[in-house]
């Protein structure tokens, strides 16, 4: 599960039913230190800005113009 810049899951009633499956992976990225693997261990917790934290992610993750490049191009949409 991917958090972003929110406390996941706050518990408000308790119920001996957890609602997250046993072994899900969680990526938390927020500002409040307090809240990052609060409720929830987290396989990586992350204290960064979201906005700018997403941005650089985006970038890195961008496929090479090369890449791009050999894709087929898109077609048109029937009218």
Do not use: C, H
């Not at 992610?57 to 490049?69: M, N, T, W």
Request: hydrophobic share 45%; net charge positive.
């Amino acid at each position: 599960m991917i958090v972003l810049g929110a406390d996941p899951l706050r518990m408000s009633v308790y119920s001996e039913v957890d609602p997250l499956p046993e072994g899900l992976p969680i990526l938390q990225i927020g500002l409040v230190e307090w809240d990052l693997a609060k409720n929830y261990g987290a396989e990586i917790a992350l204290k960064a800005d979201v906005k700018e934290t997403l941005r650089g992610s985006f970038r890195a993750l961008k496929p090479p113009a090369a890449v791009r490049s050999r894709r087929a191009p898109e077609r048109a949409s029937p009218r």
